[in-house]
């Protein structure tokens, strides 16, 4: 077994040898000066009225089954109940409508969704093309219909999308200013240079996949500046999670990966910080 497969080390070794000559490879880092530059803006929305009130209700409660559920059976197997708890607080950052409560159902408002289409219109009026990402494919059904009310163009790409190439050429040739697009669906593997805005609407805890979806804009073929909004949730789960990120490397990856193992890197003061509450606003004027 070792005599094999020392054989085909070596056979791999001289299979790379001959082939590297033919190879070009070229890391982004290396293209950089090629590439006109990026900006990266942060728009932060407070939750307010209700929805704020439903993010409150919802973090206590998860807060608490979250806790119990450690304290019964420890971290590393409660990990189905953190990520469930993780997953409500995004979703009601991004739009209560979202998540599958009673409360969450009556409750229409969404700060995010209203910032959003404020700045639409001024991005589309300066002639942007604008790339809209973001991990629910309900959120681009609601931002869809929302986008219908204000009779502002757009296309959609998501995983139930079975014909790709039709909505990628449409907008390339300038049907609508605006694409809708799953992460997942248009992480990779797309070359829309026609854009020269992309929007995070609910940023992922993994830098990488937002990278790799920003760069479907920001890569070689464009010849404007990119600008990279990310929406988020004031005081909330998203600022919280992006903070850690920042401050811990992989951390937030290793809570969100598949891997319940991973959870012991995640200490208790951790997970206390992600579930802290909103701030309190400041005086209205």
């Given at each position: 077994m070792g005599t094999s497969h020392l054989r085909a080390q070596r056979s791999l070794e001289r299979l790379a040898r001959r082939i590297r000559p033919f190879l070009l490879r070229r890391r982004k880092d290396e293209v950089a000066s090629e590439l006109p530059p990026k900006t990266t803006i942060v728009r932060t929305v407070e939750l307010e009225g209700a929805q704020r009130d439903l993010y409150e209700a919802v973090r206590t409660a998860m807060q608490?089954?979250?806790?119990?559920?450690?304290?019964?059976?420890?971290?590393?197997?409660s990990h189905i109940i953190v990520l469930d708890a993780l997953l409500k607080l995004r979703q009601v950052c991004c739009d209560p409508r979202l998540v599958k409560l009673g409360e969450a159902k009556r409750t229409e408002e969404s700060s995010k969704l209203s910032l959003l289409l404020e700045m639409l219109p001024e991005l589309i009026e300066e002639g942007r093309r604008i790339l809209l990402f973001s991990q629910f494919t309900g959120m681009l059904t609601l931002i869809g219909a929302a986008l219908d009310v204000a009779n502002i163009g757009y296309l959609t790409l998501t995983g139930d999308t079975t014909d790709r190439a039709t909505p990628i050429k449409r907008f390339t040739r300038g049907d609508a200013p605006l694409f809708l697009i799953s992460l997942k669906a248009g992480g990779v593997g797309l070359n829309l240079t026609a854009a020269d805005t992309v929007i995070h609407y609910d940023p992922w805890w993994n830098p990488a996949a937002e990278n790799q979806a920003t760069d479907r804009a920001h890569r070689l073929g464009q010849d404007n500046p990119v600008f990279v909004y990310k929406l988020v949730a004031a005081g909330s789960i998203e600022e919280k999670i992006i903070a850690l990120q920042v401050k811990k490397a992989a951390l937030a990856d290793s809570i969100l990966s598949n891997d319940p193992a991973n959870c012991a890197k995640f200490s208790a003061q951790d997970l206390d910080a992600l579930f802290a509450p909103l701030p309190n606003l400041?005086?209205?004027?």
């Open positions: 608490e089954r979250v806790r119990a559920a450690i304290s019964a059976q420890g971290l590393a197997r400041g005086p209205s004027l």
